[in-house]
């Protein structure tokens, strides 16, 4: 239900946490009291972020029982708000630690991760670039719909336009 993806293992481990946690009660005798009671015994060990997780877990747990017949009521999960998570932390790479993921870059992907490294750009907004938006005349590379849906104008470093300049520019692509 909307949730990120995550590994089988991540969500095996939060079911069996689930499980030894509420024992053999029946789903349909599980409380509101009783969820908000084990959202904080997780916060006494772990975040609100990891509350959330299992919540989440436990909520599409009972989601699937009813969609396959097995629970009849009302999702007490649904119930009981997620918490709202702080950000995390802000971390910048270091220069020794850009040095060292540029020269173990395989070299079909250097031109990607060195220019996201010197431009910031996201993902799809990498992977979409062609070269019909590099403009190395003023040196600025063209966003035409950003994540806002906005367009947007990046400037392009001296480093990465030494790097452009010897691999086009292309025609296409």
């Not at 969500?11 to 053999?24: A, I, S």
């Not at 998570?85 to 850009?98: K, M, V, Y």
């Not at 062609?130 to 063209?142: A, E, K, P, R, S």
Request: hydrophobic content about 35%.
């Amino acid at each position: 239900h909307g949730q990120a993806k995550r590994s089988k293992k991540d969500y095996r481990q939060k079911l069996n946490w689930l499980v030894d946690y509420f024992g053999n009660t029946p789903l349909i005798e599980i409380t509101v009291p009783q969820l908000i009671q084990m959202r904080s015994k997780i916060k006494e060990k772990a975040s609100v972020a990891t509350a959330n997780r299992y919540h989440s877990v436990f909520r599409c747990m009972i989601y699937r029982a009813i969609e396959w017949g097995d629970f009849h009521g009302e999702n007490p999960a649904k119930k009981v708000k997620m918490e709202r998570e702080t950000g995390s932390r802000l971390r910048f790479l270091t220069h020794e630690e850009i040095s060292q993921l540029l020269q173990v870059c395989d070299p079909r992907i250097y031109p990607i991760v060195a220019c996201a490294i010197l431009t910031g750009m996201r993902k799809g907004e990498l992977l979409g670039l062609v070269w019909g938006n590099v403009d190395l005349n003023t040196n600025t590379i063209y966003i035409l719909e950003s994540k806002s849906g906005k367009p947007r104008e990046i400037p392009i470093a001296p480093k990465l336009l030494k790097l452009f300049e010897s691999m086009g520019p292309r025609d296409e692509g």
